[in-house]
C-alpha cells in the first residue's frame, strides 16, 4: 500500500506476553501514526512520530509504547497483552503537498489476545 | 471526548440512488476536512478532502458540502454503486493537516 508495510498482518498472542508490531516505509516520511480500529469507535491514535526518536502519545496510549530508531520504521510495543487490546492496527504516513494531504495507511494487523 | 461526530451508523441505498452522510465538528481551529474510504480486510484510503474556504468540492460522483457556521460537512455519492459498499470515515485536523482525528464511521451498502 503506497510504500507501507505492517508486519504481522495477523497475530494471536495470550495475555500478559509482550507483542511488537512493526511498520516500514520506503519514502521517507517524516510523520508516521498508529492507530487501533474498534467497532463503535473508528480510529483512534495511539501514538504517533515525528521524527526519529522523536515520539507523543495519542488519545489511547495506555499499555503501548513506541519507537523509531529509523525513517523507515515505527514499532508499536504491547508491554503485557489485554484481552482489551485486541483490535486491528493501522500505521499511517502523513503526505504533504496540497494535492496529496492527509494520511495514508497500511493493511493493518488483527491482533486477538486469549 | 469525540470532537467528531458522524452519521448515520449505517447506511443502506439502492443501485443509482443518492448516499448521503454527515459530520459534525466543535473545534473551530479544524483547518482540513478529508473523507476515506476502506474496504473489508483494508487500510482506509483517503477519498476526498475540502478545506474552509469553500463550501462545496466535486469530485467525479463525490461531493462534500461543507457548512462553516453550522461546523458541518457531508458526503455525498451520486448514482450509488455497489462497489461503493464500504465504510466511510470523516476527518479534521488543524494545523494544516498535523493530527487527524476521525468520526466512527458509516457502513454504507449499496443494493443491486
Known amino acids: 500500500d503506497a510504500g507501507i508495510t505492517q508486519s504481522p498482518r495477523h497475530k494471536v498472542t495470550e495475555t500478559g506476553t509482550p507483542v511488537t508490531l512493526r511498520c516500514h516505509q520506503t519514502e521517507n516520511h517524516r510523520y508516521m501514526y498508529w492507530y487501533r480500529q474498534d467497532p463503535g469507535h473508528g480510529l483512534r491514535l495511539i501514538h504517533y512520530?515525528?521524527?526519529?526518536?522523536?515520539?507523543d502519545k495519542g488519545e489511547v496510549s495506555d499499555g503501548y509504547s513506541v519507537s523509531r530508531s529509523k525513517t523507515e520504521d515505527f514499532l508499536l510495543t504491547l508491554e503485557s497483552a489485554t484481552s482489551s487490546q485486541t483490535s486491528v492496527y493501522f500505521c499511517?504516513?502523513?503526505?504533504?503537498?496540497?494535492?496529496?494531504?492527509?494520511?495514508?495507511f497500511g493493511s493493518g494487523t488483527r491482533l486477538t489476545v486469549v | 471526548q469525540q470532537q467528531v461526530k458522524q452519521s448515520p451508523q449505517s447506511l443502506i441505498v439502492q443501485k443509482g440512488g443518492i448516499s448521503i452522510i454527515n459530520c459534525a465538528y466543535e473545534n473551530t481551529a479544524f483547518d482540513y476536512f478529508p473523507w476515506y474510504q476502506q474496504f473489508p480486510g483494508k487500510g482506509p484510503a483517503l477519498l476526498i478532502a475540502?478545506?474552509?474556504?469553500?463550501s462545496e468540492k466535486k469530485e467525479g460522483r463525490f461531493t462534500i458540502s461543507f457548512n462553516k457556521s453550522a461546523k458541518q460537512f457531508s458526503l455525498h455519492i451520486m448514482d450509488s454503486q455497489p462497489g461503493d459498499s464500504a465504510t466511510y470515515f470523516c476527518a479534521a485536523s488543524d494545523n494544516y493537516g498535523q493530527n487527524f482525528v476521525f468520526g466512527p464511521g458509516t457502513r454504507l451498502s449499496v443494493l443491486p
Open positions: 499511517a504516513i502523513r503526505r504533504q503537498g496540497e494535492s496529496a494531504q492527509g494520511y495514508t
Open positions: 475540502i478545506r474552509p474556504d469553500v
Open positions: 512520530s515525528y521524527g526519529v526518536k522523536d515520539t
